[in-house]
C-alpha cells in the first residue's frame, strides 16, 4: 500500500499570472529527500494517526473517514498521515514552503544491498562518474 500526501500554497485571488524572469525563478529550490524508517510498533502508529486526524479541526468528515478507514493497519497510510513537510522548513529564516508532496510505501529493505546506495541519485543528476 501506499500512502500520500500533498500541499500547495493557494495562489492570491483576482491576480493575472506573469511569465516569471529567470532572477525570479532562480529564487525556488527543490529539495529532495528519501527516508527509510524501520516501523517497530504499526499498531502505535496507527494509533497515533487516528489521534491525529481526530485533533484535526479542519478536516471535513468524510475526509475524516476516508483517512481513517486509510490508516488502520497500514503503517505506511499512517505515516504518510503524520509526516508533513512543512515541519522541515517552517522555522528556516527566509524560507517560504510554495509547494510539497510526499508518499511512503512499504519495501523490501537490504541495507547490505548494493541496490540500496544512498549516493546513487547524486550521481544521475549531477551527471558524472566517480
Known sequence: M???GRAEVE???????RRMSMN?????????TELVVE??????LGEAALKHLADD????EDERQHAEAAVKGDAAEALAYLVDPYDL???LPGIEL???SWSSEVIDYDPD???WDPDEHDDAEDGEEL
Not at 11 to 17: I, S, W, Y
Not at 24 to 32: H, N, P
Request: proline share 11%; no cysteine.
Open 2 to 4: 501506499k500512502g500520500a
Open 11 to 17: 495562489p492570491a485571488h483576482g491576480r493575472t499570472l
Open 24 to 32: 525570479e525563478t532562480s529564487r525556488f529550490v527543490r529539495l529532495r
Open 39 to 44: 516501523v517497530d510498533g504499526s499498531g502505535r
Open 57 to 60: 479541526p479542519h478536516l471535513p
Open 89 to 91: 522548513v517552517k522555522e
Open 98 to 100: 510554495a509547494q510539497a
Open 113 to 115: 544491498s548494493p541496490e
